[in-house]
């Protein structure tokens, strides 16, 4: 756990943040406790790391509005359900964090957009969506929509590996 003191906080950053979305105020509420992060399939997959964008909102750094961090979340909402406290809501912030980018001119670059395409690629072929996605199986009209999106973004070898698996059960059965 990170240690701070008086001198590390700045809340002007923060202020401007629940301004804007009240329910950004809940991030006060953070004991950097990192099981958000432990859970988080972004981090899994790159060096994404939520809790240190926390850490910096609450010291008023906005250079987290140009780092390429904040483009890196997938809004999957798994930090929602491990997070001791019950009303942060991280997706929610770095939906605000990525308006505010904007807002500043800023935004994600090219590299930024490359890269979170590769870890979706990753994410996807690593079976973390495919196998864990809410502890337990996809509903079929969710694989439906993954397979839309895979198909969007070229990325069909999971999916045609699943494919396979079932053809291999459906020839045995034959
Ligand atoms: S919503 Fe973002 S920060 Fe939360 S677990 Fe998903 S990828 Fe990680
Ligand atoms: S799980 Fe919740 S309390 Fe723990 S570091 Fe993440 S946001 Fe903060």
């Not at 943040?17 to 859970?39: F, R, T």
């Not at 981090?43 to 909102?57: D, G, P």
């Not at 308006?99 to 996807?124: A, H, I, Q, T």
């Not at 999971?158 to 494919?163: E, G």
């Amino acid at each position: 756990m990170d240690e701070y003191t008086d001198s590390d906080w700045n809340w002007d950053f923060y202020n401007e943040l629940v301004d804007d979305v009240e329910e950004n105020k809940n991030i006060i509420q953070c004991i950097s406790c990192g099981k958000c992060v432990g859970d988080c399939p972004a981090t899994k997959v790159s060096e994404f790391n939520i809790r240190k964008i926390i850490s910096k909102v609450l010291r008023g750094d906005k250079s987290v509005l140009k780092d390429s961090d904040i483009w890196y979340c997938y809004l999957c909402e798994r930090c929602k359900r491990v997070c001791p406290k019950d009303n942060i809501n991280i997706p929610l912030l770095i939906i605000n964090l990525r308006n505010e980018s904007f807002k500043k001119g800023f935004g994600p670059r090219y590299n930024d957009l490359r890269k979170y395409v590769e870890m979706s690629e990753r994410f996807l072929t690593n079976g973390t969506v495919l196998e864990d996605p809410l502890d337990g199986g996809l509903p079929p009209e969710r694989m439906e929509e993954l397979n839309e999106i895979c198909n969007f973004a070229r990325i069909k070898y999971v999916f045609k590996a699943r494919k396979n698996k079932s053809k291999a059960k459906n020839k045995k059965r034959s």
